[in-house]
C-alpha cells in the first residue's frame, strides 16, 4: 500500500450460496485515479460498489478508505463517499428543485443549484414534480445530486443508462474534471472505452 | 437546516401529496367501530361496556393499516440508501420519519376516538383521559409499527407478518389504556395506568430509533 492510497481492497470475495461472485480480489486507488469496473451481467459490479459504498459486507478480505473499514465510517468520513445505484433516489412526488434541496440538507450543504440545473438542461423541469420527468431527466437529476454533494469519492454503477448522447458526454466531462481536481472515481460500466483516460485502473470481474 | 427536520419536512410534504393514502386507516377504524353495534346488541349500557375495548383495538388494529409505506417506499427508489450513506445518524433520520409518520396517521386516529366513543355511549368526563392515554400510547405504538416495517423491508411482501410481529408486542398499550379510561368512566384517579403509558413512551422514544436503525441497515444490504 504506498502512500497515497485511499480506497483499498484487499483479498475481498463474496459467496451467493454456494457460487463464488469473485476472490482474491486487490485493488488500490488513489488521488486522480479512475477505476473502471467491467464484467458481463450477474459478475458482482454493483455488489463490489455496495461494499465500496458501506452498504453491504464481502464474504472475505476487507475495504477500507483512508484506512478505515467503509463498513465503520461515520460522520465527515462518510461524507467523502458518494454512490450512485440504478435508483435515482428522487421523490416522485416532490419537485427536481425540492429533492435538491432535501438531498443537500441531508449532507449538510446549503449551496445554490441553479447553475447545475441549467448545465444539466433541467432548469425549465425543476418545478415540476419528479415523476412527469423521462427516465433520462431523472438520471440527470442524479447527476445534479451527485455534482452537489461534492464528495471526493465517487462510486457510480452504470451512471450512462438512460442518458442521451449530450448527457454522456457531459457525465464523462465532470468525471474527468472530478479526477483532475484531485478526486477519485469507480465507475461499473459495460462501455468502459467511455470514460477512458490515462492511468485508469480497469478491475475486470468476469 | 438540520438532518432530522430536513427528513420530518420532507415526509410530511410526500404524505400530503398523497391525502388520499392519509384517509385509509381513518375510514377503517370507522368502518371496525360501526361494525361491533351491529354484531352486538345496541343497548346503550351493553355498549358502554364494549366500547373502551373496541377504541382501543380499532386503534391498534387501525395503526398497522398505514405501516407499509414507512420505510418500503424510501427503499424502493433509493433514498433509503441515501439516507444511510449520508453523514446524518441513521438513529436521527429514523426518529425524524417515524414523528412523520406518527403526526399523519396516528394523530388524525386519536382525534378521531374521542367522537367515536361519544356515539359509544362513553361518557363525557372520561373523553379527557382517553385521549391523554391515547396520546401516551402513540409513541410507543409508532415505534413498535416503524419497527416491524423496518425488519421487513427487505421483503418483498413485508404487510401480513408486520402484524403478526407487531400486534403481540401493543399488549401493554392495550391493558394500561384501557384500564386508564375504564377507571375514568368509572369516576377512579387513573394517574397509575397513565404513567406506565408515560414510561413506555420514554422507553420506546429513547431506545426505539437505534433498534430500527439498526433493522433498517440489516434490512437493505
Redesign the interface.
Known sequence: MTDRTLLCGRELAVWRGERCLFEQLHFELGPEQLAVLVGANGSGKTTLLRIL?????PTAGSATWKGTSIAEL???E??E???R??????????TVV?NLA??S????Q?QAFEDVLEELKLDHVAHMRARYLSAGQRRRAAMA?LKLQGAKLWLLDEPTTNLDGEGRALLVEWTHRHIAGGGLAVIATHQPDEFAMRGALVIDLS | ???F???LL?DL??AF??WSELAHPLIFFVIVVTLFPLALSPTSSQLREVGVGVLWVATLLSSLLALDGLFRADA????L?????????MTITVLAKVTAHALVTLLPLICLVPVSAYTFNIPLAALPTLAVALLLAAPTLSVLVALGAALTVGLRRGGSIVGLLVLPLTAPLLIFGTRATDLSVNGEPTTAPLLFLGALAALAVSLGPLAIAAAVKVG??
Not at chain 1, 445505484?85 to 416532490?94: S, V
Not at chain 2, 424502493?76 to 433514498?79: K, M
Open positions: 459504498a458501506g452498504l453491504g459486507l461515520a460522520g465527515e462518510r461524507a463517499i458518494a454512490y445505484g440504478h435508483h435515482d433516489a428522487l421523490k416522485r412526488d416532490m425540492e432535501f438531498h440538507a441531508l449532507w449538510g446549503e445530486m | 437546516m438540520s438532518a427536520q430536513a427528513v420532507r410534504r410526500v401529496r398523497r424502493d427508489d433509493g433514498s440508501e441515501q439516507m444511510l450513506l449520508s453523514p446524518a445518524p437493505i444490504e
